[in-house]
């Protein structure tokens, strides 16, 4: 069997090491709980960041639909008041409108316009 002293000695200089093995399974315990912050926080910066970037594509997306609706609209509008004010010209000579707008479709097919 093993002899009292030896087992008594190992403990003694298990006791003499103990205080140090805890301190330093605290300090560990400390650095990874601060480590498992500090990424959790970066996620959280990261993420903000992305949503913000995602906010202003569809801004700037929104702002250049909008843009291009918006001059659509005026080029439609612009070729309504041309195609009335034609129409007010060939009322007022008593030509029907229907037969310019032919007229112009087979001149444009011949290549004469």
């Keep these: 069997m093993v002899d009292e002293s030896i087992l008594v000695s190992i403990l003694d200089s298990v006791a003499s090491m103990l205080p140090s093995l805890v301190g330093t399974l605290i300090g560990g315990g400390v650095t990874l709980l601060a ?3 500090t990424i959790r926080h970066q996620n959280e910066l990261e993420d903000k960041k992305r949503r913000l970037t995602l906010e202003d594509d569809w801004r700037q997306y929104e702002r ?4 291009r609706l918006q001059e659509t609209i005026q ?3 612009r070729a309504n008041a ?4 034609q129409m007010l010209e060939y009322a007022a ?6 037969e310019a707008i ?3 479709i087979i001149l ?3 290549g004469i316009i």
Aim: glycine share 4%; net charge positive.
């Design 64 to 67: 250049e639909n909008l843009t």
């Design 82 to 85: 041309k195609c009335y004010s």
């Design 93 to 98: 000579t008593g030509r029907n409108y229907i």
């Design 102 to 104: 032919i007229d112009a």
């Design 75 to 77: 080029h439609s509008m």
């Design 108 to 110: 444009k097919l011949s």
């Design 35 to 37: 480590t498992r912050m």
